[in-house]
């Protein structure tokens, strides 16, 4: 964690039991305890637990990182009841606008202080019991799902076989470093809209930065959760969303041509409205991140190469699509499932005795070993031009022949040419919030020629462990690091039809 993030938080620690002094010295005054002790920062919540005779401990809790803005809350509104404020309203009053309520109840003849003898004689009505519980449970949950895990659900094939639609997962926040929230006002345990509307569950009144706390990178071969890197901008209708992104539209609905694309649908906002949103606020993706910064990625035949090494064992349970010859005239599915672990949805008939499935390469190896099949050959993707960077250039690449790519690293410095400008355009562009264009073969950052770029973070490349039916960093490219949320750790529920009592608290590999 850098030291510029530490002495962030502690400022607005800081400033959280500072901003409220001035009208915590009238407080004081009339409780009898000298003026000057409200201004001093941490002594006076010290003299306020003092005052309220609660566990001074509470002061010490301050100090620890994010936990501690919300104890100090906590401490004003236990003092406010000794002014004889017990209302939901004044409690809240003091909780979240301390430094505009305690000037007015310093100032005011009605707030008498009464002590802790005369809070005490107070008892709360049934109802403010099960709402202060509630509310202790919200924030407590936020705390643990913004910087120590969250659940997600797998909702597509993608990762077959690794995780399954319906597999419920934790994911850790701790693994790559918690990551601070970009748009804080946000409606708790909601992602992006309000649900059952299209409206949007967040505020972007403040923003802040990209803050990672105890920052570590990405690893080669994690499954990682991520905000959808081409997700900033999207169709906000049915079918559309990330299912079929905006920039993805675009290039189909214009023929190629983007500029006519992007004209189409912006000129029709009622049928296809727009919605842009903030980095955390993008539809989460998960994948395998086969490629880290600085690496040289390219798919043959596709097996996966980095920096010129074969990467056949990761995944280890990859989904491929094959053609099966057979003399079989019925494939029983339930004999594909418990021999070759192959799920009948991925099974199409061609004709008697061929067939095309998704399989992994040892139910492959399995199938042929065991005779049922004669003839098992993979299915290549030879359509091009239809995966990132979507340019004339590069338009040779496909989804099984793709690359060879490099891999942004932080503080690397990129000389610029004509052929590598789409590749690299986007996240110059977007994702380090750069003006950027090429211009008669010629490159202007922010106004100035430049010749070459140095990038300011780490990027990664994601891949599908269902390579064959994934969207992944082949067909929208590199996944900057401020988009990374968390590690994929634990299976903690499973379902189809039922539980998939087999895979309950299996670790995610």
């Not at 000057?36 to 990182?65: E, G, S």
């Not at 709360?124 to 969250?150: H, M, N, Q, Y």
């Amino acid at each position: 964690m850098p030291l510029s993030h530490i002495l962030i938080v502690y400022l607005i620690s800081v400033l959280i039991v500072f901003l409220p002094s001035f009208g915590l010295a009238k407080m004081f005054k009339k409780a009898g305890v000298e003026s000057w002790k409200a201004y001093v920062p941490f002594y006076n919540t010290w003299v306020m637990q003092d005052l309220a005779n609660r566990p001074k401990h509470w002061v010490f809790w301050q100090f620890i990182p994010v936990v501690g803005w919300f104890i100090s809350p906590g401490i004003f509104i236990e003092f406010v009841k000794l002014f004889g404020k017990f209302g939901l309203g004044s409690h809240t009053l003091a909780a979240l606008f301390a430094p505009f309520y305690f000037p007015y109840l310093g100032s005011s003849n009605d707030a008498r202080y009464i002590g802790p003898e005369g809070a005490k004689r107070y008892k709360k009505p049934s109802w403010r019991e099960w709402v202060d519980a509630a509310i202790f449970a919200i924030v407590a949950a936020t705390l643990i799902r913004t910087f120590v895990f969250e659940a997600y659900t797998i909702p597509s094939e993608s990762m077959e076989k690794t995780l399954l639609v319906n597999d419920f997962l934790f994911v850790s926040k701790f693994s790559y470093g918690p990551r601070i929230p970009n748009t804080p006002l946000s409606i708790p345990f909601v992602h992006n809209y309000i649900p059952g509307t299209n409206k949007k569950s967040y505020s972007e009144l403040i923003k802040l930065p990209y803050i990672r706390w105890w920052a570590s990178p990405v690893k080669r071969g994690d499954v990682v959760v991520f905000n959808f890197p081409a997700g900033d901008t999207v169709i906000n209708r049915p079918g559309f969303q990330s299912e079929r992104p905006y920039y993805t539209m675009m290039r189909v609905w214009g023929q190629g041509n983007e500029a006519l694309g992007r004209q189409l649908i912006l000129s029709n906002p009622r049928d296809y409205p727009i919605v842009v949103h903030p980095v955390d606020k993008t539809d989460n993706y998960i994948k395998r991140c086969v490629g880290v910064a600085g690496d040289t990625l390219e798919v043959k035949d596709h097996i996966v190469y980095i920096n010129g090494t074969q990467q056949e064992k990761v995944p280890p349970k990859s989904l491929y699509r094959y053609q099966v010859a057979t003399s079989a005239t019925f494939l029983d599915p339930d004999v594909l499932k418990e021999e070759y672990d192959i799920d009948v949805k991925h099974v199409d008939t061609v004709q008697a005795g061929l067939y095309r499935m998704s399989m992994t390469s040892e139910a492959r190896e399995r199938m042929l070993k065991n005779g049922l099949a004669s003839a098992i050959d993979l299915i290549r993707d030879e359509s091009s031009g239809g995966v990132f960077p979507y340019d004339t250039y590069h338009s040779r690449w496909t989804i099984d022949n793709y690359g060879p790519i490099w891999i942004p690293k932080k503080g690397a410095t990129l000389t610029l040419t004509p052929e590598n400008y789409k590749i690299y355009e986007r996240a110059i562009r977007v994702y380090e919030n750069n003006e950027f264009e090429m211009r008669n073969g010629q490159f202007f950052l922010n106004g100035e020629r430049v010749d070459n770029y140095t990038f300011r973070m780490d990027y990664y490349w994601m891949m599908g462990d269902n390579r064959g039916g994934s969207q992944d960093s082949r067909i929208w490219g590199f996944v900057p690091e401020d988009r990374i949320v968390g590690k994929a750790w634990l299976i903690w529920f499973s379902w189809e039809g039922g539980p998939r009592w087999n895979r309950l608290f299996k670790t995610v590999k």
